[in-house]
């Protein structure tokens, strides 16, 4: 089920309940809790959120043709880690009780921009997408970087069937991870059957008999696609075919 076929209130509902899920994980933290270092280098806890409640800022900034559009403001830097790091430095400025609660507001005004745009627009972030994908995209970034948080503070992660949406970004962004990756993709279909974190659901994306098939755990594919684990650790997925086999290799679900 991709957002083009699923209700657009349902996909809204998925982002409010990633974001609402780390949010309260993190409304206790002690003061120190929010300088312990995460997976990505050089980013603690408080960085990582400010990170979020940045690029949600820019989100309806691109959606209501605020001062700052995505594309816009990323073509002022020399790089996408520079205009990353604009929002992280801001973060810097505030404690970590000021940069949560900065987050839970950008977060429920970024909601109610996104319900409030017509689903078959496109907006102008990256190459364009439509509203359905841009929540889908923003769900991807939260429960990725609720995955480094969680990690810098010993918390358990538990996988919700919020990843169906996930795994589909993961498999449209194909034809980007491609192309960033400086490599021509193989001929043929692709097929991707993965189990839910739940076990009872297989969701299928691609063509049933596509010469190329990859199958295993939805978690896994999604931290692939997520560059939040190599291929080598994502020993539960199965790749046959060429394509498959490139596919996971160039596994890449963000701009």
């Not at 169906?164 to 962004?173: D, E, I, T």
């Amino acid at each position: 089920m991709s957002p083009e076929t699923t209700d657009f209130g349902s996909l809204l509902d998925a982002l409010a309940g990633e974001q609402a899920r780390l949010q309260a994980e993190l409304g206790n933290l002690a003061t120190d809790d929010w300088f312990r270092p995460t997976p990505a280098k050089g980013w603690d806890v408080r960085d990582t959120v400010s990170h979020l409640a940045d690029i949600d800022e820019i989100a309806i900034d691109t959606c209501t043709d605020g001062p700052r559009p995505l594309n816009d403001f990323a073509a002022r830097f020399a790089s996408p880690e520079d205009t990353t790091l604009w929002g992280v430095l801001r973060g810097r400025r505030r404690s970590g009780r000021e940069v949560l609660a900065w987050w839970e507001d950008t977060s429920a005004r970024e909601r109610d921009v996104l319900a409030s745009l017509d689903a078959a627009m496109r907006v102008p972030w990256g190459i364009g997408m439509r509203p359905p994908s841009l929540v889908t995209a923003r769900l991807m970034e939260t429960w990725a970087h609720g995955l480094d948080v969680r990690e810098a503070l010993g918390l358990p992660v538990v996988d919700s069937d919020r990843l169906r949406h996930v795994a589909w970004l993961g498999y449209r962004a194909l034809p980007y991870a491609f192309s960033f990756a400086g490599r021509e993709r193989p001929p043929g279909e692709l097929r991707v059957e993965v189990t839910s974190p739940s076990g009872d659901e297989t969701w299928e994306y691609g063509p049933a008999d596509a010469p190329n098939r990859i199958t295993g755990p939805a978690g896994e594919l999604c931290r692939l696609f997520a560059q939040r684990i190599s291929r080598d650790e994502a020993r539960g997925l199965v790749a046959e075919g060429e394509g498959a086999v490139a596919a996971l290799e160039v596994a890449r679900a963000f701009l």
